[in-house]
């Protein structure tokens, strides 16, 4: 499985930036994918995640009502919208997967991981 995420940039405060996450995979559907990020210096973090038929999505406390994940089955994506961004959104975001197991969509061992790409949101 390999991830590339895009959509990453510099934005100011209160605007949106729509992230996407493309899979190289047979098929994407078998997957539970998520978000995370890493700011700098800080531990990286979950953001959210979406069961494997969009059934059930998962989001960290510190972003729900401004962001919203979505997946495309038909085209092995999986994307991120940010909307209200603030400052301490800054930091590079990551794209995970894992096998659509039981289990949270929040605590679960992500199998695989893209390579990330940063968002910087100035005041």
């Known amino acids: 499985v390999q991830l590339q995420a895009s959509g990453g940039g510099l934005v100011q405060a209160g605007d949106s930036l729509r992230l996407s996450c493309a899979a190289s995979v047979r098929t994407f559907s078998n997957y539970v994918m998520g978000w995370f990020r890493q700011a700098p210096g800080e531990e990286r973090e979950f953001v959210a995640a979406i069961s494997r038929f969009s059934v059930s999505t998962q989001y960290a406390d510190s972003v729900k009502g401004r962001f919203t994940i979505s997946r495309d089955n038909a085209k092995n994506a999986v994307h991120l919208q940010m909307t209200s961004l603030k400052v301490e959104d800054t930091a590079i975001y990551y794209c995970?997967?894992?096998?659509?197991?039981?289990?949270?969509?929040?605590?679960?061992?992500?199998?695989?991981w893209g390579q990330g790409t940063l968002v910087t949101v100035s005041s």
């Open positions: 995970a997967a894992d096998s659509g197991g039981p289990g949270s969509l929040r605590n679960r061992e992500y199998a695989y």
